[in-house]
């Protein structure tokens, strides 16, 4: 079956560092989404990409989206204490019909003040 | 608006008993997903309904099944309980039909633990 696998699965980081998350499809996605889990909490949605080749920015978050829709990017600028948690890519059957979405193991990030 | 809800936040059951997980969409979304979390599996698709009906269903024995009300609210159970079953059970309200372009909203869960 279709899986989505993200590396690395953990990164520690000293604050000011930056810090990039990839996420790999087995088969093309329809699109993909970036959830972030804080400690102790539940997934919070970040951003959804649906175009090939798309580069989105929220502040100090870039989400890139591959050319051939089957990887997909994070990239945190000067992390924060506050980006500590671990950071979710998932994306649905290319089929499209489905509201079903298959997560990434995800990538834990640790921030050293 | 309010988030999504859920309800036990915890549960404690032992094997071979059933349960039954309860999930309050954010007013206006008529699809609910439900997830499973555990450390070594990760977030696993259980299944998801809109209107009432099961659109689409994980790789999940049929043990767990649920439902959705005409309020949209939706329930699920867990029979015939395993220890293999403690995990956070997570749902997600979505404004759209599962077409999959469509952003999930997470209630804080329900930790289940078996015993």
């Known amino acids: 079956g279709q899986q989505v696998m993200q590396i690395p699965q953990y990164q520690h980081v000293q604050e000011g560092e930056d810090f990039t998350t990839y996420c790999n499809s087995s088969t093309t996605l329809s699109n993909i989404q970036w959830y972030k889990q804080r400690p102790g909490g539940h997934p919070v949605f970040l951003i959804q990409?649906?175009?090939?080749?798309e580069v989105k920015k929220q502040k100090r978050l870039t989400f890139q989206f591959g050319e051939a829709k089957k990887n997909s990017s994070l990239h945190i600028t000067a992390t924060q204490t506050t980006d500590v948690g671990t950071y979710f890519c998932a994306g649905p059957p290319y089929s499209g019909n489905t509201g079903k979405l298959i997560f990434g193991q995800g990538t834990t990030l640790q921030v050293k003040p | 608006k309010a988030g999504v809800t859920q309800t036990p936040r915890y549960l404690i059951k032992t094997r071979g008993q059933q349960v039954t997980l309860s999930c309050s969409p954010i007013s206006g979304h008529r699809s609910v997903s439900w997830y499973q979390q555990t450390p070594g599996q990760g977030l696993q698709f259980l299944f998801e309904y809109f209107s009432e009906t099961q659109r689409n269903k994980g790789n999940f024995p049929g043990r767990f099944s649920g439902r959705q009300f005409s309020n949209s609210r939706s329930e699920m159970n867990v029979s015939t309980l395993e220890l293999g079953d403690s995990a956070l059970y997570l749902c997600a309200s979505s404004p759209r039909v599962g077409d999959g372009a469509s952003e999930q909203y997470f209630g804080p869960g329900t930790r289940l633990t078996v015993t």
């Open positions: 990409l649906v175009k090939s080749g």
